[in-house]
């Protein structure tokens, strides 16, 4: 019986025994790892991709995914440069309408016809890609002078940058969404099995649009804490963000066919991920290895997922 | 009988109706401006599309088998950059490499798709960023220069002022096309996108097939970048970067189906030919690079919503 529990605790927290594994031994191998400055500097870019990551993660529980926030992030993160010479609030309010409309596009195009998510969300990608560099004419946007705007990402609080704080506002936020609320029912039921969700009453094309909203609100507040942080934004910065979101959501133990997962789980991949990348560059090994090692990471995530879940049944 | 006449106009029309667009888009263009309508623009056009159209091939036994491949792009990247790189050992090793580097991701692809049974999403976009990365390793992330310029020869040959890859481009889409369409291979290639597990019982080995799909979507890829390297004569992360799009848009504007099951090569020629008309009036019309990005993936989302919507809709007839 006692040794059921510890296989089950094995098993569910297998990520994070191996990350803790992975902080030992990076903490005593690699040089001014385990230093506060660099635990600090973990934690400052785990915040700004977690929360592309845990936005992402409804859309991908609800059995989609939406690989439009790379973009996103930059397009965000570009409106609100610009518009931090007018108000900090239309900085904050034109980006986020605008991904909420890209959420909204997302989602309708994705339901209504029921299109692939995946070719659908790229080429969304793409155009809000080329949106963002019409937009700047291919140029960096540099932000407004002693803005309130700049706070968001430069003010700490207790030697920790506002924005940490933000990210964990936002994941309890989601996370209570998601395993306490009635949407959050709905999307797992969604994920799991899209007719009998259907038969059952529940309006699954609605829960997706929301999801899809979610993810490009959340990716949509990581560019503007982002572009408040460097305080230049390229249309181009957020390049990259899905495919380590993705990354997070996988090595987390989220499956992508939808059904199962959690946002607890997708935090602890983002650190897993930023952790090791983090150890490679203080390394100083050449950034290449970090999307090799990325890619096997994800390779071998859902391999062990699909080996154990099988196992399961 | 003249029902049954009338029917039959109606059918041709809508399966030709890509043919259709592209005579009346030739018809527009060449009225709208002299220079569209000449022999060297329209080589121009074959010899633009010719990369992409490639790999297009290839991604058509993929979608027809029910996946995609979003390698592609840096599969390309790493052809080019092996054949650059192995330069110095000549162009028989070189090339040979090249296409055996590609044939091989193409192969781990299939491999773990269909024994692993990790899905093409995530195997594709893992390869994708892993290739990636090791084509930014050898290049240092620059642009590599090839010394030798005998790959010239091949990029900048023309036959009856046809050039070499239009010529190759064109073979292999008679060849691949009637593999597709001929061969026991391309049947069970139909059989699986339509319905795998019926194809199964019916003693199709999926791996097999499928894992032919992605190997000669590998060694494509590797055949688009040698062309590549004989025009450019260097190599980089940045190549592709456009290709997997590109080449899945072409494959369904042409009208093969992404739920698989349905389409054939030659569909992907028309749509791959329409694409680069579109991309050539673009340019002529002088619409900058970053609108073309927008236009390109609003007819994405457009080819893929309707081919979704007749599927939907054929579905619950």
Not at chain 2, 136 to 144: A, G, Q, V
């Amino acid at each position: 019986m006692k040794s059921n529990i510890f296989k089950n605790i094995a098993k569910n927290q297998a990520v994070l025994i191996v990350l803790i594994f992975l902080f030992i031994i990076f903490s005593a191998f690699v040089p001014s790892f385990f230093s506060a400055r660099n635990l600090i500097n973990i934690l400052k870019q785990t915040s700004i991709i977690g929360i592309v990551a845990c936005g992402l993660t409804f859309s991908v529980i609800a059995g989609s995914v939406d690989l439009s926030v790379g973009s996103i992030v930059s397009i965000s993160g570009v409106l609100a440069l610009s518009f931090s010479y007018r108000s900090i609030w239309l900085a904050i309010f034109i980006p986020i309408a605008v991904s909420i409309l890209i959420g909204l596009v997302n989602g309708l195009i994705i339901t209504k016809f029921n299109a692939n998510s995946v070719i659908i969300t790229l080429a969304m990608l793409a155009v809000v890609r080329g949106l963002a560099l019409i937009y700047t004419g291919g140029k960096m946007v540099e932000g407004a002078d002693n803005s309130k705007f700049m706070l968001i990402g430069r003010s700490s609080l207790s030697g920790l940058n506002v924005y940490i704080f933000i990210f964990i506002i936002i994941a309890v936020i989601l996370g209570i969404i998601m395993n306490f609320t009635a949407l959050g029912r709905f999307v797992y039921h969604a994920g799991s099995n899209i007719d009998a969700s259907k038969i059952a009453g529940i309006k699954v094309d609605n829960i997706r649009i929301y999801t899809f909203i979610i993810s490009a609100v959340c990716a949509g507040i990581a560019g503007i804490i982002l572009s408040s942080r460097l305080y230049t934004a390229s249309p181009l910065t957020g390049n990259g963000y899905e495919f380590d979101a993705v990354a997070a959501i996988v090595v987390g133990g989220t499956s992508l066919l939808g059904g199962k997962g959690n946002i607890y789980r997708t935090v602890i991949g983002i650190f897993f991920i930023v952790t090791v990348i983090n150890a490679m560059i203080l390394l100083n090994l050449p950034v290449a290895f970090q999307y090799v090692v990325k890619a096997v990471i994800i390779v071998v995530a859902v391999w062990l997922d699909i080996r154990t879940s099988r196992v399961n049944i | 009988m003249e029902r049954v006449e009338r029917k039959k106009v109606f059918d041709f029309l809508n399966n030709q109706k890509i043919f259709l667009i592209l005579i009346a888009l030739f018809v527009f263009l060449s009225l709208a401006n002299r220079l569209f309508l000449t022999y060297e623009n329209i080589m121009n056009i074959l010899f633009q599309v010719t990369l992409t159209g490639i790999i297009a091939i290839g991604m058509t036994y993929t979608i027809i088998s029910g996946d995609f491949d979003l390698s592609v792009g840096s599969n390309m990247a790493l052809a080019a950059t092996t054949v650059v790189l192995l330069e110095r050992f000549g162009p028989v090793v070189a090339i040979l490499g090249a296409l055996a580097v590609s044939t091989l991701a193409g192969f781990v692809n299939g491999i773990f798709i269909t024994i692993l049974k990790i899905n093409a999403f995530v195997t594709t976009l893992a390869m994708m960023i892993f290739l990636k990365g090791w084509v930014l390793f050898f290049t240092k992330s620059e642009t590599i220069q090839g010394q030798s310029d005998v790959y010239f020869k091949f990029g900048y040959g023309t036959l009856f002022k046809v050039p070499y890859s239009v010529i190759l481009f064109i073979v292999l889409y008679v060849i691949f096309g009637l593999v597709l369409s001929k061969t026991i291979i391309g049947r069970n290639i139909y059989a699986i996108g339509n319905n795998s597990k019926a194809a199964h019982f019916f003693g199709i080995s999926i791996v097999k097939t499928k894992t032919f799909a992605f190997v000669l979507l590998g060694f494509l890829c590797g055949v688009s970048g040698l062309i590549l390297v004989s025009r450019l004569n260097t190599a980089s992360a940045t190549y592709g970067s456009d290709t997997g799009l590109d080449a899945i848009t072409a494959v369904i504007l042409g009208g093969t189906s992404l739920s698989g099951g349905e389409g054939n090569a030659f569909k992907t020629f028309q749509g791959i030919l329409l694409l680069g008309v579109l991309s050539n009036a673009m340019i002529v019309l002088n619409i900058t690079p970053y609108l073309q990005q927008v236009i390109k993936g609003l007819i994405l989302i457009l080819v893929v919503s309707l081919d979704s919507y007749y599927v939907k809709a054929n579905k619950f007839k």
